[in-house]
C-alpha cells in the first residue's frame, strides 16, 4: 500500500538551508509534491516534480528524487522567518493522492 | 477566479446528528478529494472522485458518504457524527495535466460533542 513518511520537526537558523526529507513506499507514484501550511490556513503548493526528473529548482526551493531509494527531499535556501510553517510531502499514485503527516519548520533567530 | 469553495467553515454538531460539507470547484477539474486533517496525522484521504460519475474509498471512509453531484460538485456526508469525526476537512480538486496538482479549498472545521 501507500505510504508517506517525513519527520515531524526540524529547527534551522534564519538564513542557513533547511532540508526536509521525506520517503515513499509506492514506486508506481507519478508526481511528488510539497505543499506548505501556515496556521490556521489551508495547503499551498510550493513545488512538484515527475518520477523521471532527479532534480529540479525553483528560486529557493530544490526538489532531489531518488528514485532507487524513494526517497524526496525539498532544500529551501537562505531560510527566512516567512518559511515557519509545516510542509507536506505528498505522493501520486493513480488517483490518490497520499500525503504524510508533516514536518513543522521552526525557524532560530 | 474563487477556485474550491467549501462550506461551512464552522460547525458544531452533536453526536449522532447529520450534516453535509459542500465543495464547488470552478476550474473545470475532473478530480475531486475530501480529506481530514489531525494533529499529528497529517492529511488522511476520506474519499475520491476521479471524474463525473465515480467515486472511490481513501484511507478513512468508515463513517462517511459522498456525492459527485455534478463535475463542479462533491459532497461529504457525515450520516451519525461521532466524536472521533471532530477534526478539519478539506476538498480539493485537481486537472489531468500540468502535474495533476491538488487545489485546496480554505477547510471546515468541525467539532462533535
Known amino acids: 500500500g501507500e505510504d508517506v513518511e517525513q519527520s515531524l520537526f526540524l529547527s534551522v537558523r534564519e538564513g542557513d538551508s533547511s532540508v526536509i526529507n521525506c520517503t515513499y513506499t509506492?514506486?508506481?507514484?507519478?508526481?511528488l509534491y510539497w505543499y506548505k501550511q501556515e496556521p490556521g490556513a489551508g495547503l499551498q503548493l510550493l513545488t512538484y516534480?515527475?518520477?523521471?526528473?532527479d532534480m529540479k529548482q525553483d528560486q529557493r526551493l530544490t526538489v532531489l528524487l531518488n528514485k532507487k531509494d524513494k526517497h524526496l527531499s525539498l532544500r529551501i535556501a537562505d531560510t527566512q522567518t516567512g518559511d515557519s510553517a509545516i510542509y507536506f510531502c505528498?505522493?501520486?499514485?493513480?488517483?490518490?493522492?497520499?500525503f504524510g503527516k508533516g514536518t513543522r519548520l521552526h525557524i532560530l533567530p | 477566479n474563487a477556485g474550491v469553495t467549501q462550506t461551512p467553515k464552522f460547525q458544531v454538531l452533536k453526536t449522532g446528528q447529520s450534516m453535509t460539507l459542500q465543495c464547488a470547484q470552478d476550474?473545470?477539474?475532473?478530480?475531486m478529494y475530501w480529506y481530514r486533517q489531525d494533529p499529528g496525522m497529517g492529511l488522511r484521504l476520506i474519499y475520491y472522485?476521479?471524474?463525473?460519475?465515480?467515486?472511490d474509498k481513501g484511507e478513512v471512509p468508515n463513517g462517511y458518504n459522498v456525492s459527485r453531484l455534478n463535475k463542479r460538485e462533491f459532497s461529504l456526508r457525515l450520516e451519525s457524527a461521532a466524536p472521533s469525526q471532530t477534526s478539519v476537512y478539506f476538498c480539493?480538486?485537481?486537472?489531468?495535466?500540468?502535474?495533476?496538482?491538488?487545489?485546496f479549498g480554505s477547510g471546515t472545521q468541525l467539532s462533535v460533542l
Open positions: 480539493a480538486s485537481s486537472a489531468r495535466q500540468g502535474g495533476e496538482k491538488l487545489f
Open positions: 509506492d514506486s508506481s507514484s507519478t508526481y
Open positions: 516534480i515527475f518520477s523521471n526528473m
Open positions: 505528498a505522493e501520486r499514485v493513480g488517483d490518490k493522492i497520499i
Open positions: 476550474m473545470n477539474h475532473n478530480s
Open positions: 472522485s476521479a471524474s463525473e460519475g465515480t467515486t
